[in-house]
């Protein structure tokens, strides 16, 4: 239609030129000649006005516009033939004009239209006949009528035909475009059927992967027997409608890889003709080696860790024996219990006995630590009353906060707060953070503990008055060895404190969080699912009040 090949409006317009031309000098002239007159002469008149119209095509040219153009020309039709007697008349020849303009205006439904109005043109010509008496027969005027009529259809078979060349050649045209813009990409598509055999080729292959060969024997063939089975399983998504990748490598080139990616190119529904799919094959042997590369040193690095955590366990375990006899001795010496001392080696005694202690406090850290990391640390559950572990550590952190003239106070509730935990690591949580809080806590402070159950969970807070953390420094906090502050106030510290609390809070499904404000004071709070929920009581005649453990992480 129109859309398809505007330019040939000017050579339609034409045409319908011509023809009004034509038709108006044949109604002049047979009128001026003689024997042209009448409904005849008007008959003629009336073919003049679709010519004049087809003049618009010029300045507006649509499919709309030439439908309603050959309306034109069909009612024309309709009019002459009732005028001039139709088929028996001496216009017969413009009864065809209307299947003419439909050949030059293109397409198959003008064609039909066209049809359709010389049907209906020589049907009224026919009632025209028998309703009214038949016209003076003008033999000049009805061989001119054919001959006008013939040459107009002579002219649009071949505008009709210039079309089409036209058409063709434009559609021509784009297919070389775009095979030229296929062959100019960077990789390889190809179109393939269902069985992997190569229907084209476009673009560049990669250099392991010829084409040739490709249309010789088929693109499975062309992969590393091992990888078949992917590419295969890639085609099978693709004709299900999925997109299809695979990385193969190539038969003749093994250590090269080269990716695949296939999807269908017609509906995925079964349809009359076979499937055909399109592939885009690209090099991916760089790619492919940095995620080997990647690979290896991901292993390397886990290999190094887990060599360092049994590292750090084996030697842990070789300090302690002798750590032991060294605590051991020392608690005599300082006890005196085999004799007095001098008051100078007591003190050293004293000192050992201290230095010792604090060593193998970090020692059991350490072990804790590669335990949890080595996924080897067990929880051991048991009921008990959380007030009883937290009372406990305070009493050990208490002498240290009475040396630094640090207030310490705890918020329990009164009624026993029962939870299904290690009780080891729940007195390791709460000894972290109090000797942490007393630590960096300054003379003339305070440091309290809060001990909650809310509802499944059991909430620690300890919140001290202290120097506080640096927002940067927060998001550290909990990895090991991570230490916050200057120099000075790591160095009381190994960093290994908020480390084994997050961790024991993590084993118990629980979390650790961390709200501090540098030089006002720091709050960490350990949430833990592990309280021990009691039941409302029952309706009388029902079951009785039972405590209900709650699953924990871990």
Do not use: C
């Not at 292993?299 to 070789?318: D, P, Q, V, Y």
């Amino acid at each position: 239609m129109a859309d398809a090949a505007t330019s040939d409006r000017p050579a339609l317009a034409a045409w319908h030129a011509g023809w009004a031309v034509a038709a108006a000098l044949l109604a002049l002239g047979g009128r001026w000649i003689g024997g042209v007159d009448g409904p005849i002469f008007y008959g003629v008149l009336v073919m003049v006005a679709p010519g004049l119209a087809g003049l618009g095509l010029l300045r507006r040219d649509g499919a709309t516009e030439r439908m309603t153009l050959l309306v034109v020309w069909g009612l024309a039709a309709l009019l002459t033939a009732a005028l001039s007697g139709g088929l028996t008349g001496p216009l017969t020849g413009f009864v065809f004009l209307p299947l003419a303009a439909g050949i030059a205006l293109g397409g198959t439904r003008p064609v039909q239209a066209g049809a359709l109005a010389v049907g209906l043109a020589a049907l009224t010509g026919l009632l025209s006949t028998w309703l009214a008496p038949p016209l003076s027969h003008l033999p000049a005027l009805a061989a001119i009528s054919a001959l006008l009529t013939a040459g107009a259809a002579a002219l649009a078979v071949r505008l009709s035909w210039r079309q089409r060349e036209a058409r063709l050649a434009a559609a021509e045209d784009e297919t070389a475009r775009l095979e030229t813009l296929l062959a100019a990409q960077p990789g390889l598509t190809l179109i393939l059927e269902a069985s992997g055999r190569v229907v084209a080729a476009y673009g560049a292959p990669p250099v392991s992967l010829p084409v040739d060969p490709l249309f010789e024997h088929g693109l499975v063939a062309a992969v590393h027997a091992p990888d078949r089975p992917r590419l295969l399983g890639a085609i099978e998504r693709a004709l299900a409608g999925h997109d299809g990748a695979a990385l193969f490598a190539p038969r003749t080139a093994l250590d090269r890889r080269v990716q695949l990616i296939v999807r269908r190119l017609d509906d995925p529904a079964p349809g009359p003709g076979p499937a055909r799919l399109i592939a885009q094959v690209f090099d991916a042997t760089a790619q492919y080696a940095r995620e080997l590369g990647l690979e290896v040193a991901r292993t390397e690095a886990e290999a190094r860790e887990a060599g360092k955590i049994r590292f750090l366990a084996n030697m842990s375990h070789e300090l302690r024996t002798p750590l032991n006899a060294v605590l051991g001795f020392s608690d005599i010496m300082r006890q005196r219990i085999f004799g007095p001392l001098p008051d100078r080696y007591g003190e050293y005694a004293e000192n050992i006995h201290q230095a010792g202690g604090h060593l193998l406090d970090l020692i059991n850290d350490v072990l804790d630590v590669t335990k949890i990391e080595a996924e080897r640390y067990t929880l051991t559950l048991e009921r008990f009353d959380a007030r009883e572990v937290v009372s406990a550590a305070m009493a050990l952190v208490r002498v240290n906060a009475d040396d630094k003239e640090v207030s310490l106070s705890s918020v329990l509730p009164g009624d026993p707060v029962e939870v299904s935990a290690d009780r080891r690591a729940l007195k390791q949580i709460a000894l972290n953070l109090l000797s942490n809080a007393v630590k960096f806590t300054p003379r003339g402070g305070a440091v309290t503990v809060t001990v909650e159950a809310i509802g499944p969970y059991l909430e620690v807070v300890v919140a001290d008055t202290g120097i506080g953390i640096a927002p940067e420094d927060v998001r550290r906090l909990g990895r090991p060895f991570e230490q916050a502050g200057e120099i000075e106030q790591r160095r009381q510290g190994t960093g290994l404190g908020l480390s084994l609390v997050r961790s024991f809070a993590e084993l118990h499904g629980g979390r650790m969080s961390i709200d501090s404000t540098l030089g006002e004071g720091t709050a960490v709070t350990v949430r833990l699912p592990v309280a021990l929920v009691a039941r409302a009581p029952a309706p009388e005649g029902g079951a009785e009040i039972i405590q209900m453990p709650v699953k924990s992480g871990g």
